[in-house]
């Protein structure tokens, strides 16, 4: 079955612990990014990956890093955690279909930053 | 920069109703427009998709026109169902159409 799989699917720290969030696919996508959703602000990006090695910052990268070692793993480093990191996280490949690129999400990543 | 502008919820229908939920845009050049629904506790998934002017996109009897003129893609069924009870995301698709501008979601509740 084609997906993208995140680990943990919940998770509670406290500030300034290390954290790393895992992405999968199994569907061999060049491009993945994560993303964050916070009620009434929508989803924005993180940070995206054209391919491995290759990644830059989307609309609010601060406090976030990640790397992309093989294709199919995208993970999400927050070196320092703070409270305003507390949010609804999502990792999210494409691939391009037709005209366009379509975006894979997976179930979600839940933190809570105490 | 580009933009999505959807209808702020939360919308409260009941069973057979007509849903609207409205969408705009502002972008430069031609981009790809989308719909993704979010079920509780899941993530998103594609609803449907349009990739050029006047294209209608559809699926599980959700519908959505492409219209440049008005730079609007509003979501429409025509009999809503329980099932459909969700957030729904207008979406836009810019430059190598990688990256996703969301609007901030539309939360529907259908009820019996």
């Known amino acids: 079955e084609a997906q993208v799989t995140q680990n943990p699917r919940y998770l509670i720290t406290v500030t300034g612990k290390k954290l790393t969030v895992t992405c999968s696919q199994n569907?061999?996508?060049?491009?993945m990014s994560w993303y964050r959703q916070d009620p009434g602000l929508g989803l924005r990006q993180i940070y995206y990956s054209m391919n491995v090695e290759v990644t830059d910052k989307g609309d609010v990268p601060e406090g976030y890093k990640v790397s992309r070692k093989e294709k199919r793993n995208f993970p999400l480093i927050l070196e320092s955690p703070s409270p305003n990191q507390t949010s609804l996280y999502f990792c999210?490949?494409?691939?391009?279909?037709?005209?366009?690129?379509?975006?894979?999400f997976g179930p979600g990543t839940r933190l809570t930053v105490t | 920069g580009n933009s999505v502008t959807q209808m702020e919820g939360p919308v409260t229908l009941s069973e057979e109703a007509f849903l609207t939920i409205n969408c705009t845009y502002t972008?430069?050049?031609?981009?790809?427009l989308f719909w993704y629904v979010q079920y509780p506790g899941e993530g998103l998934q594609l609803l449907l998709k349009?990739?050029?002017?006047?294209d209608k996109g559809s699926n599980k009897g959700f519908e959505a026109t492409y219209r440049k003129e008005t730079t609007s893609f509003h979501l429409e069924k025509g009999s809503v169902q329980v099932s459909d009870s969700a957030v729904y995301f207008c979406a836009l698709g810019s430059g190598s159409n990688y990256k996703l501008t969301f609007g901030k979601g539309t939360l529907l509740t259908v009820n019996p």
């Open positions: 999210a490949s494409s691939v391009l279909a037709g005209a366009s690129y379509e975006q894979y």
């Open positions: 972008a430069t050049g031609y981009p790809s």
């Open positions: 569907m061999n996508h060049e491009y």
């Open positions: 349009a990739t050029k002017a006047d």
